[in-house]
């Protein structure tokens, strides 16, 4: 059986722990008790390290098959220097990982005023944390052309789920923007992300591949909150004009809101993987129809509050 080292046991890659640990020996680095806890719980071995620290990395030095990278970069800078840390490790043996796979962001392409975007279309990252993933798949590039690896770069958008949805704008009724004037987002199920980051793990292809992993419809930023406010009778908020919306939020909400792309993921069907929800339409539909999801996600909504 192949061994697999994960750095980064956040939601997405406990949800893929069921299965990948039908197929490979699982390790999974964890800085802290609780994430041993949940490694041990979800079939895998923990090793206890920091990404932050290259000397807590040496143990990992010749001990995986494959990597996944689900850790996000640092908090601050333009580099990612835990991504660069860990693969110095990883390189301080004579077995080198065969395959590695990492999440990074489509705001890599910065703001694309709206246009179609590729995976072969330019970067122009525009914030430090989308500068840190472009730092991120550059070291990871060169490691794979240096080493002979197969690498998979997934750049997912926003991350949703049923106990991660972005209600707190909701409640507190942080104004959007005038459809006229709307900015276009893209999202992906955090169930069909784990999904095909397990199929670019068991890819044997070879070489270095991107795909965007969003799934089949932009949406305005605003579609996507007015339907679920109503999906969960909620108060829709005030829509003003883009000057207006800026002047209110917080700039680091208003980085968000003022990019605006649309993602193909025609890319997508080369991992084999038929979406559960190819659409966040579908998922908000489903959500409107179930009373016990609505009540799940509104208390999950009201912790975070």
């Not at 835990?82 to 990074?104: E, G, W």
């Not at 209600?167 to 004037?181: D, H, K, M, S, V």
């Not at 108060?235 to 883009?242: D, M």
Request: with cysteine; charged share 20%; glycine share 6%.
């Amino acid at each position: 059986m192949r061994t697999l080292l994960i750095a980064g046991l956040g939601d997405v890659a406990r949800r893929a722990l069921p299965e990948l640990v039908r197929h490979w020996r699982v390790f999974a680095i964890a800085h802290h008790p609780a994430a041993a806890k949940a490694a041990r719980q979800g079939g895998a071995l923990p090793i206890m390290a920091n990404l932050d620290c290259q000397e807590s990395l040496r143990r990992i030095a010749g001990l995986a098959d494959d990597v996944w990278i689900t850790a996000p970069p640092p908090a601050s800078g333009l580099r990612d220097n835990r991504t660069r840390k860990l693969l110095y490790a990883l390189a301080k043996a004579d077995r080198i990982p065969q395959r590695i796979s990492y999440i990074s962001t489509t705001g890599v392409y910065g703001n694309g005023d709206g246009a179609w975007l590729d995976e072969c279309s330019a970067l122009h990252a525009q914030t430090e944390r989308a500068r840190r993933r472009v730092d991120a798949e550059t070291a990871l590039r060169d490691f794979a052309g240096r080493h002979g690896c197969q690498l998979n770069i997934l750049r997912a958008p926003g991350i949703y789920a049923l106990e991660r949805l972005p209600l707190t704008r909701l409640l507190q009724g942080t104004p959007l923007i005038l459809p006229a004037e709307d900015s276009y987002s893209n999202h992906i199920h955090a169930d069909d992300l784990a999904r095909l980051c397990i199929a670019s793990l068991q890819q044997q292809r070879g070489g270095i591949r991107v795909f965007n992993a969003c799934d089949d419809e932009p949406l305005t930023i605003t579609d996507w909150y007015v339907m679920l406010a109503e999906a969960l009778a909620l108060p829709i908020p005030p829509q003003l004009s883009r000057a207006e919306v800026r002047q209110q939020v917080s700039p680091a909400l208003w980085s968000y809101m003022a990019e605006s792309r649309r993602i193909r993921n025609v890319r997508l069907a080369e991992l084999g993987v038929a979406l559960r929800y190819p659409t966040a339409r579908e998922f908000v539909a489903q959500l409107a129809a179930n009373p016990a999801w609505q009540a799940v996600a509104l208390a999950k909504a009201g912790k975070i509050r």
